[in-house]
Structures are given as structure tokens and as C-alpha cells.
């Protein structure tokens, strides 16, 4: 909506589903535009975000807690937003013509977490069983040390007898670290604030502009032309990539394994030589960055059509076309890729002359057995960035007659009764398509598979209304009046994706009917009955669904292509 030409905002409340269509069924919004603008007006703000940092009770969990060294200044002024835009017009013709232009760019710098008191780490109130006892709180996927879990069964599925078992932190040397007694110490080490990189606001710029015009032809027929262009540029910025939690398959004689590792993920399970035996890598990829992702967003809308009064009826007519379209595009970067990552794990050669087993010219052996940072080199070889496109058309056709019917009056009415009738054909079409690895779900930091979409929705209606004066002018009765509205729909849905299903002819009607009541000019009574339907649009019926940010599996199966178990035989059949 183009602010600069705002003119007023009309709000219908009660349901109005029968009367604008099925996403009206709590009320509805009408945005007017100026449309008869003459001269130019520019405007300009300026606005920015000022902090003290003085929350005393956030500094005060926040000393007792790491948080990776972030300390906000005593004051932050940030998140600046430029607001510059411009409305000229003029009308033409001897006033039978009206052109009215709009332009506006905004401009919206980052604010991020870390930048104060209350949001340089997650705090959590843990509750009464835990004393309210209030921490900030990491994910366990951190950059230093590396985790790593290790399960309770070995290749034949057998339970581990002797070895370790669970979740370990690995020093320098990619050992796992023991207490005084020489036993394991068990327990992850490598908690991670994931605040301070993600953004309180996005960076953001807008670009839009568009005009509105409007000519009388004759007396009976009136041309009018809408359109408009919309252009938001935004980054989503996250905390670095990470494993995530990914069982991968380590080769038992890569040379990154310390000799303590090769026993414990290998020999203790029954592997060795160049079996590959399944552990849970947990590492933070702090050396890649933040995860971003870059947002585009690009609309333009035009409608045409005409109106005017309807011969000498004393109705007037309004017919109209519409068409939208609305593009995004997603580019997500420093994001781990799957397969690239387990490419990159399994490693033969030397410590001093590493190389993939793949032998795939650009796969570069990754280290991550140890607290040493990740070669940044061999870590953009496995952060690879992904791209979804999608578009939404939208097609509308519609018309309308109004006014009123002199022969229907009631005596003790002022006016006549007026009714309005008309059509509406509109056609949404959703289009998403992910890239190869978004399609499998082939990223550690983005959660399940994210599916294309190609599917439209059509809707054929026609619709009336009535409204029928019954008192006015009267004592105790300024206004007594009757409205009646009806609306016919049919719907149609295809989703063309491969195997999609099809529906034709799924019918509706919504109706409403009420009285208003004015016994004076400042008091007015309304009571309504109504039947609002609120159909399914393209995104409700055709988005598609996924599992997302679950990375357990099934422990008789195990994830795909597993072949080393978390549970028995025995326990399976049970």
C-alpha cells in the first residue's frame, strides 16, 4: 500500500464475508487512495533505536554466564531507518483527467543481539523444580572442543561392553580428555552462545513507486489505470552453521584419528582398516560466519477498468481487470551441505598430505577431531549456499451495478431501497521451486526437505446486496434500516505438481442479514446474522509440508542407509 497517498481507512467489522468474499469473515479494511492530488509533496524521516544497556537483572545473570566476550557499550544508538519519499500530480484536460506518481525508498540498518544487555545470550527460567534458578543458556553444537556421541552397540548390534559410551569432548590432540582415576570424562563441553549474531532487526531496503490515473471519456464512461512496483531487499542472519547432530561415517584409518579415536569409534565397535563406522559429530562452524539469508522480494500490480452511469437507469456500472505478480527469491549462504560434509570426513593419506577417498578434485579433507579452528579452505568446500525461487500470480475480472429503486419505499423512509449485484473471477497460481539440495533436505543448519509447489485455484462468484430504509427522521428513530447480502462461489483446484490432485466445482454461499438502529445521531444499535465462509486459498490448500528440525531416527532401522543399529534384534521384535 503506496503510504504517501493514504487517504483514509475504512474498517467493517461484524463479517463481511458475503459481501467481499471468503478473507473477509471477521471484517474487512478498505485502504483510499488520494486520487485527485495536484502539486508535490515530499517527505522525509529519520528514526533510530537508543539504548543504555542498564537492565541490571540481565547484567546480572549475564556476568555469572559465558557469553563468548560480548559486552555492550554503557550506550548503543543503532538500527537508523531513511525514509525519503515524494507524491506529484496534476490534472489535465480541463480537469476530465487526473495522473497522480508516488515514490518512496526506505532504507533499514541491522540491530543485533549482541548489541545489548537483555539479548547478548538466551536467558531461561528453568522453573520451580530447578530452584528458578535463571541461566543463559548455548546450543551444544560450539566450536571448541568438538563433541562427538558414541553409541551403545557395535557393529553386530551387541551392547558395549568395556568402551565408551555417550557424548565426550576431544582435547588438542583429538583424545578424550580423563579425570584424576584415568576414566573417561563424559559430558559435553562445548556450549555455544548463538545470540549475538542474530538479528534483532534485518537490515532492509525498499524501493516503490506507481500512479494512479483516471479520465472521463463522455458523461457515461469513465477510464481509470493503477499501477504499482515494489521492490524489499532484507538479510535474515542466524548464528554459523554447524553438523547439527548428523551421524556421519568416519573411515577407521583416517589419518585425523588419534590413536585413542580409531579405538574407541572403531576397534571397541568391531571395525577397522578402512570400515567406516558411524558417529555423532557435534562442531560449530565458527570460522564460516553467520548463516544469512538473502531475501528478495519483487511485486508489481496494475488494474484497469471503467465506470460510470449506466445509461439513464440511475445505476451506475463498474467493470474492472486485475493482474499481480508477485516473485521472491532466497539465497541462503555459509550453510553446511550433507553430503559435502561426509565427502569431506572420509580421508586417507597423511596427516602432513591428507586426501579424499572420494579422489573428487574439489573435495578438501576437513579436521574437526580436535579443539585446533577448521582450515577456513576446506570449510568453504562444504558451506555451500542454496537458492528457492517462487512467484504468485493473481488474475481478477470482476464488475458491478448499483443504485437505487425508486418504486420500492417504505412511507416512513427517506429513501428508496438500493441494491448492488455483481461478479468476481479470480485465479491464483503458486509457484516454489527449491534447488537440488533444498529438495532433500541436503543442509545441516536448514531442517527438512523443502518441496516445489506449482498449483492454482480459480473462483467464479456472483454476489448482491441490499439495504432498505425503514424509518428516518423520526423521534427516537433517526435511522431504522434493513441489509441483506448473498454471495454464490465455485471453487476449482489443480496441483499440477507430479501425481497432484484435482478438484472441480466445490460450491459455497455465504449470506448475512441485520438491522441497524439509530435512535439518534449519536447512538447507533446493530444486529446481525450471517453465514461466513473462509475457503481455503492456494497457499492453505497447496504448501507444501515437510519434516523440519528433527534429527532422530529410528532405532531398529536407524537413519538412511545405516547398517549399524542403536538396538537389538531382541529389542526390535518386541
Avoid: H, M
Wanted: aromatic share 10%.
Amino acid at each position: 500500500i503506496p503510504t504517501p497517498l493514504l487517504e483514509r481507512v475504512e474498517i467493517v467489522t461484524g463479517g463481511a464475508s458475503a459481501v467481499y468474499g471468503s478473507d473477509a469473515i471477521a471484517g474487512v479494511a478498505n485502504f483510499i487512495l488520494k486520487r485527485d492530488f495536484e502539486g508535490l509533496e515530499l517527505s522525509a524521516n529519520f528514526s533510530q533505536f537508543r539504548d543504555d544497556n542498564d537492565n541490571k537483572f540481565a547484567q546480572a545473570v549475564t556476568n555469572l554466564s559465558s557469553t563468548d566476550g560480548i559486552t555492550p557499550s554503557d550506550t548503543q544508538t543503532d538500527g537508523e531507518t531513511y525514509d525519503i519519499s515524494a507524491v506529484f500530480g496534476t490534472n489535465f484536460d480541463n480537469d476530465r483527467g487526473n495522473v497522480t506518481g508516488f515514490l518512496r525508498y526506505v532504507d533499514q540498518k541491522a540491530v543485533l543481539q549482541g548489541t545489548r544487555d537483555i539479548s547478548r545470550c538466551a536467558i531461561v527460567d528453568f522453573g520451580p523444580e530447578a530452584g528458578n534458578d535463571v541461566f543463559c543458556v548455548g546450543s551444544n553444537f560450539g566450536p571448541n572442543p568438538t563433541t562427538i556421541t558414541l553409541g551403545a552397540f557395535d557393529a553386530q548390534g551387541n551392547p558395549i561392553t568395556g568402551g565408551i559410551v555417550g557424548v565426550v569432548s576431544l582435547d588438542a590432540n583429538g583424545n578424550v580428555p580423563r579425570d584424576g582415576n584415568g576414566d573417561p570424562i563424559l559430558g559435553s563441553s562445548n556450549a555455544y552462545n548463538f545470540n549475538p549474531t542474530n538479528f534483532f532487526q534485518r537490515p532492509t531496503e525498499r524501493i516503490q513507486g506507481g500512479f494512479l490515473a483516471n479520465y472521463q471519456i463522455n458523461d457515461k464512461v469513465e477510464a481509470y489505470l493503477d499501477a504499482t512496483f515494489f521492490r524489499n531487499t532484507t538479510d535474515a542472519q542466524i548464528a554459523p552453521s554447524a553438523t547439527f547432530g548428523e551421524i556421519q561415517s568416519v573411515n577407521c584409518d583416517n589419518p585425523f584419528l588419534s590413536a585413542e579415536l580409531v579405538d574407541i569409534i572403531c576397534t571397541q565397535r568391531g571395525f577397522s582398516g578402512s570400515d567406516l563406522a558411524q558417529v555423532q559429530i557435534n562442531r560449530r562452524f565458527v570460522e564460516g560466519g553467520g548463516r544469512n539469508s538473502f531475501i528478495e522480494l519483487d511485486n508489481i500490480r496494475t488494474v484497469a477498468g471503467i465506470r460510470g452511469p449506466l445509461a439513464n437507469t440511475g445505476w451506475d456500472y463498474d467493470l474492472f481487470a486485475q493482474y499481480s505478480v508477485t516473485s521472491q527469491s532466497d539465497t541462503n549462504t555459509n550453510d553446511g551441505d550433507i553430503n559435502l560434509l561426509q565427502e569431506a570426513l572420509l580421508v586417507t593419506g597423511t596427516i602432513d598430505n591428507p586426501v579424499c577417498t572420494s579422489g573428487r578434485a574439489g573435495c578438501l579433507p576437513l579436521n574437526l577431531f580436535g579443539t585446533t579452528p577448521v582450515d577456513t579452505t576446506a570449510l568453504a568446500a562444504v558451506l555451500t549456499p542454496t537458492i528457492l525461487t517462487g512467484e504468485i500470480k493473481q488474475k481478477v475480472f470482476g464488475g458491478s451495478i448499483q443504485g437505487e429503486l425508486p418504486e420500492l419505499k417504505f412511507p416512513s423512509a427517506g429513501s428508496p431501497v438500493a441494491a448492488l449485484i455483481g461478479f468476481e473471477i479470480r485465479e491464483d497460481e503458486l509457484k516454489s521451486q527449491p534447488d537440488s539440495i533444498l529438495t532433500v533436505g541436503g543442509s545441516t543448519g536448514l531442517g527438512g526437505p523443502s518441496l516445489p509447489v506449482d498449483a492454482n485455484a480459480k473462483v467464479e462468484e456472483i454476489f448482491g446486496e441490499v439495504a432498505v430504509p425503514l424509518i428516518n427522521g423520526r423521534e427516537f428513530f433517526e435511522e431504522l434500516s434493513f441489509t441483506a447480502q448473498y454471495r454464490y462461489s465455485e471453487y476449482t483446484y489443480n496441483n499440477n505438481v507430479p501425481g497432484g490432485e484435482q478438484s472441480d466445482g466445490t460450491e459455497s454461499t455465504a449470506y448475512a442479514a441485520g438491522l441497524s438502529w439509530a435512535p439518534t445521531s449519536d447512538v447507533r444499535f446493530r444486529a446481525q446474522y450471517q453465514r461466513a465462509v473462509r475457503a481455503p486459498n492456494v497457499f492453505d490448500l497447496f504448501d507444501a509440508q515437510s519434516l523440519a528440525l528433527f534429527s532422530d531416527s529410528d532405532p531398529c532401522s536407524g537413519t538412511v542407509g545405516s547398517t549399524n543399529l542403536t538396538a537389538t534384534v531382541e529389542q526390535c521384535q518386541r
